[in-house]
Structure formats: C-alpha cells, structure tokens
C-alpha cells in the first residue's frame, strides 16, 4: 500500500496549510453570499479552503478525486446542507448551464487541462485558481511577455495575477512558489460575432507561427506591408518587437486596423 506522501506526490497533492491564505482566496472566489450563487471547487483535499467559501457561498461543490479523503471531507461538512462533496475528477464533471465560480487549489500537473475546462465553460463567470507561480506569471504577462493562450481568449476572458503563496504553507511543500490566478470572463466581450473572432483566432495565430521571426515579420506573410506598416504606427508599436513582447491591448488595436 501507498504511503501517503507517496499518494499525495502521485496525486500532485499539496495541501494548503495557511488559514490566511484559504480565507483570501475565498474572499476572491466568493465576495459575498449572493454572488455567485454556486461555486466549484477544484481538488478539497482536507477542506482547508472548502470551510472558507462553504461559509461564503450559497450552493458548494467540492470535488475530491483522492477516495480516501471524501469520507473526511463529508464527516466534516454534514452539517452544512448547501455543501456537496463530490467524489472523483473535476475534469469529468459537466460544466453547470447557470452561472458559477471555480476556485481551487489545484495540482500543479493538471493546471493546465483544469484552466481549459475552466474556459470551455459557457456559463463560468470566473475562477480563482492556487497554480504553480512561473504558470501563473506567464499566463498574466508578468514576465513582460503574453503567450498565446492568453492573447487568444482575450476577448472574453481577463487574466490576472493577484498574490503570491510561500511553498511552506503547503503540506508537502512543493518545490516553488505558487501564484493566485484569476481568470474571469468579460460580462462585454471585446470583439462578437463569428467572422470577428475567426479573424482575431487568425491573426494570432499567424502572429504566434514563430515564421518570419518578429511580429511584423509573421504579419506581412498573409498582409500587404504597407498594411502592416499602418497598422504598427496606429497601435504605436515598434515592428522589431517579438510576438510575445505585444501586450493584448497592441493585439486588438492591430486586428482593428488589419481587418477594417
């Protein structure tokens, strides 16, 4: 049998040790009991950070893929009627049709396919996500670069960091830092409608080709350089700027111009 160090490692387990911490993501998740009116949470573990949004929310799913750690999770919350512990992977879970929260301390090995689902998701109005720090920097340009997921879904969702966790408020501590990711979808997207967003996929895509090897360089593959030229001056851009180094901003002032 697995030691539970061993099972938690497997699992990509780090359980959140600081009560600060959980109630400060909870305030983020869930600022008050109105708003949103049903919260998900990604991996309970203990409850460390399900107690805090249990008494913040008005309707908690709390989702436990480790069997061993739902009997516990149930003993502690039979009390609390507007509480679900839900056993297995949130992954499988079907996305709710009514608006709804995300919040979690997640496994740093599945970060990415939760943040995916996350954004999958028609009716998730946010999501407020404990990942690993050098995820969460990079998806939020704090680096000073974008990526191009983030570029991507940038219409319709913000990305923001906003806090930093020591690794020793976790049980096992991991090996870095973790970061508090917020994700939230714009209640106005920036662009709507099919042929905008195809245009906008488009041209971030070709940005990103890596062909051509600066911005302006990919760009003038699929646009005259004139265009091109125009459209950099009119977002205020330098045209030897990597793809990486053009904020979200400078992507939709050159789809406005590109695409006029």
């Not at 061993?68 to 297995?88: E, K, T």
Request: charged share 25%.
């Amino acid at each position: 049998m697995a030691r539970p160090t061993q099972r938690a490692r497997t699992l990509s387990q780090n359980f959140l040790a600081d009560r600060a911490t959980a109630h400060h993501v909870a305030r983020l998740a869930a600022p008050d009991r109105a708003s949103p009116p049903l919260v998900l949470e990604v991996g309970a573990g203990k409850g460390a950070l399900t107690e805090p949004l249990a008494r913040r929310s008005r309707e908690l799913h709390a989702y436990e893929i480790d069997p061993r750690l739902v009997p516990g999770l149930r003993a502690r919350f039979a009390r609390s009627p507007h509480v679900r512990v839900v056993p297995g992977d949130f992954l499988a879970a079907r996305p709710p049709r009514t608006p709804f929260s995300v919040a979690g301390n997640v496994p740093f090995s599945r970060t990415a396919d939760i943040v995916d689902w996350c954004l999958r998701a028609p009716a998730l109005t946010d999501a407020t996500l404990i990942t690993q720090l050098e995820y969460a920097r990079k998806r939020t340009g704090d680096y000073g670069r974008w990526t191009l997921l983030t570029v991507l879904t940038w219409p319709h969702h913000a990305w923001r960091l906003v806090g930093r966790v020591d690794r020793l408020r976790f049980r096992p501590a991991p090996r870095v830092d973790a970061g508090i990711l917020r994700i939230e979808r714009r209640p106005a997207p920036l662009l709507t409608g099919p042929a905008a967003l195809r245009s906008w996929a488009d041209l971030v895509e070709l940005g990103f080709s890596g062909v051509g090897g600066s911005l302006h360089a990919s760009l003038r593959r699929a646009h005259p350089r004139r265009r091109v030229d125009a459209a950099f001056r009119a977002a205020r851009l330098d045209p030897a700027l990597l793809v990486g180094e053009v904020a979200p901003g400078g992507w939709l002032r050159l789809h406005e111009k590109l695409t006029a």
